[in-house]
T-cell receptor
Framework: EPEVTQTPSHQVTQMGQEVILRCVPI?????FYWYRQILGQKVEFLVS????????KSEIFDDQFSVERPDGSNFTLKIRSTKLEDSAMYFC?????????????FGPGTRLTVT | GQNIDQPTEMTATEGAIVQINCTYQ??????LFWYQQHAGEAPTFLSY????GLEEKGRFSSFLSRSKGYSYLLLKELQMKDSASYLC???????????FGTGTKLQVIP
């Protein structure tokens, strides 16, 4: 069964550094998402991406964040100048066609630790 | 703004039935998700309700009342592996944005 993959599984970085989190969505999916979940807290929407552009973003997704689909398979989240409060699990998700059922397939997540 | 409420914790017995409620207040409601999340893992899709009524999928059923801003997830024949957090999430406004509740941590006991 196809699945969403994410790399790395765990990333440790120093405050102020830039990180890139990588995701490979399911190949025939059209919509892609990034969520984050701070330990012990709820899942929070960051951004959705369709047709090579951002379709929606939350208040969390400020200028520190950017997303890119550099080729036909990868979907990346870049966090510039990381802060301690960016430490969280970051989930990528994809869906074939949102309006027809809405099932979002989540990747296993990348645990980001900012020290 | 949006507000999603669900109980923080519940405990139920193996083999029993449990109902997890979710109430929401939102503008531009499109649909409601239920996800299961085991500790340290990613959410797993359970259901997506757009219209009022009950949808059954094996041991799991989900109900939606749009007029009441209310949904529930019903789990039958509980198994120990059902111990997890159950997340209610609302799709509203633009179709691409999903807002999650804080989740209900269900513990199944023998």
């Amino acid at each position: 069964e196809p699945e969403v993959t994410q790399t790395p599984s765990h990333q440790v970085t120093q405050m102020g550094q830039e990180v890139i989190l990588r995701c490979v969505p399911i190949s025939n999916h059209l919509y892609f998402y990034w969520y984050r979940q701070i330990l012990g807290q709820k899942v929070e929407f960051l951004v959705s991406f369709y047709n090579n552009e951002i379709s929606e973003k939350s208040e969390i997704f400020d200028d520190q964040f950017s997303v890119e689909r550099p080729d036909g398979s990868n979907f990346t989240l870049k966090i510039r100048s990381t802060k301690l409060e960016d430490s969280a699990m970051y989930f990528c998700a994809s869906t074939p066609a949102f309006r027809t059922g809405g099932e979002q397939y989540f990747g296993p997540g990348t645990r980001l630790t900012v020290t | 703004g949006q507000n999603i409420d669900q109980p923080t914790e519940m405990t139920a017995t193996e083999g029993a039935i449990v109902q997890i409620n979710c109430t929401y207040q939102t503008s531009g409601f499109n649909g409601l998700f239920w996800y299961q999340q085991h500790a340290g893992e990613a959410p797993t899709f359970l259901s997506y309700n757009v219209l009022d009524g009950l949808e059954e999928k094996g041991r799991f059923s989900s109900f939606l009342s749009r007029s009441k801003g209310y949904s529930y997830l019903l789990l039958k024949e509980l198994q120990m592996k059902d111990s997890a957090s159950y997340l209610c999430a609302v799709n509203s406004g633009g179709y691409q944005k999903v807002t999650f509740g804080t989740g209900t941590k269900l513990q199944v006991i023998p």
